[in-house]
């Protein structure tokens, strides 16, 4: 059997049962690329010493030494932060172990996604969206933020944006998101991500970070280092606002 | 100090952060009406009995009991199923708290929201939006889950319906949220809640219930009682297909 694991943002957030599976596990892998893992929590619950692998391991080697453990008809567990299988990322590892025969579970973690709406007191009702503020690859900056944001602003619905990974493996700081998503505001000019735009910053969740609730402007003098996510609101209710401005500065 | 603090959607869900604030806590207030409680969990934590709050009791008198804690000094949690702040419901009482100049925190726990996605192999990108199927009141139906799925669908976006809570407080069950659905497209028929629309259910997530990928007309027949949420899919990508089909069927 194959067990999916997610461990939540940051220390603190493991559940009992992903913890139990970790346990259980005859097999214990875990990758750090799609998020900050809490490898101390980890190892705490791991009766053998975890494997990391990397992006290349389980994408362009679709998991062998995962394959390897479950051919001998053992346990094997995938750990990864946050939520396992809300990005896309492990979808095809999934797909083959049931394909090859494999009985799969996932479990659900921690998301950053939802926790940074619960921490931040937004209503979740009025997600209009998920997107990844990219580094240019190439030059080219992805639109999919922009045109996003632009969307949901009109509909009065809020987008949560993702923080894009460094080749070097580490998060893009907010500093950094800030600065593409101005850049993309001067060239595409239709009033969306301006230097006055309030964002709401939720960063290192779990690892004695903080709530931000400020203007993309100020975000780019930012010194903090990710990983963090933002959120742009579109109008807020009354209760969002006063929740939202008593959360803002405090620890999380 | 009020820490707000969720529990997952069901037994085994709980997060090392929650049991800690429960354990810690002078009062241990619980609520129950915005989710499945796992009680068990609550007690096991608690150093003393739970004291359960109607939503009376934290809407129409604003939280009088935890109030009363907090102004002796002490620790109050308030713990619900779920994420704790995702909904609405609880965001008027940060507010207060903070504005009465008390330390507020919410420990986010794993949302239903988000796991859902999780365990169907849905991508979380293509969230376009949350809404709720509700009884009528009055004889009229919210058309909002309509709407919503409407303009999702012409997007290629996925749509998560939560599930109304009937007057005694139980859930409403998979078959009354798929009648509801299909009252809707009777009156609106613009081919959206159609009887062959497909439909992923996550039912009982955490208490031993399953995911059903079906279409609406045969959920209509479904035994199973809640609490339930549904996700009314936009086309899926080959791999999302490929992996909703191996994890459909599965205990949850």
Redesign the interface.
């Known amino acids: 059997m194959l067990s999916i694991v997610?461990l939540?943002?940051g220390p603190?957030?493991?559940?009992?049962?992903a913890l139990?599976a970790i346990r259980e596990a005859d097999c214990v892998f875990y990758e750090d690329y799609t998020g900050p893992l809490d490898l101390e929590?980890l190892r705490r619950a791991a009766a053998r010493e975890p494997v990391r692998l990397t992006r290349r391991d389980l994408e362009d080697e679709s998991g062998r030494a995962v394959f390897d453990c479950l051919r001998e008809g053992k346990k094997a567990v995938l750990v990864t932060a946050g939520?396992?299988?809300?990005?896309?990322s492990h979808?095809?590892l999934?797909?083959l172990?049931?394909?090859r025969g494999y009985k799969?579970?996932?479990i659900?973690?921690?998301?950053i996604?939802?926790?940074a709406?619960?921490?931040s007191?937004l209503?979740?009702?009025k997600?209009?969206?998920?997107?990844?503020v990219t580094y240019p690859r190439g030059g080219v900056y992805s639109l999919r933020p922009y045109e996003l944001a632009e969307h949901n602003l009109q509909r009065g619905?809020h987008t949560l944006l993702l923080l894009d990974v460094r080749e070097d493996g580490s998060f893009m700081p907010l500093r950094d998101a800030a600065e593409v998503l101005l850049t993309l505001e001067e060239r595409e000019r239709r009033g969306v991500f301006t230097p006055d735009r309030q964002a709401v910053a939720v960063q290192r969740?779990?690892w004695g970070g903080s709530l931000l609730y400020t203007t993309l402007s100020r975000l780019k003098d930012t010194e903090a280092e990710g990983p963090a996510v933002l959120i742009i609101p579109a109008k807020l209710?009354p209760?969002?606002r006063?929740?939202l401005e008593?959360?803002a500065g405090?620890q999380l």
């Open positions: 997610g939540g943002p603190g957030y493991a559940t009992e049962a139990r929590t939520d396992p299988a809300l990005a896309t979808h095809a999934v797909a172990a049931a394909a799969v579970r996932v659900p973690g921690v998301s996604i939802c926790a709406f619960s921490v007191c209503s979740i009702y997600l209009g969206g998920v997107a990844t619905m969740l779990g209710s209760v969002e006063e929740c008593a959360a405090t």
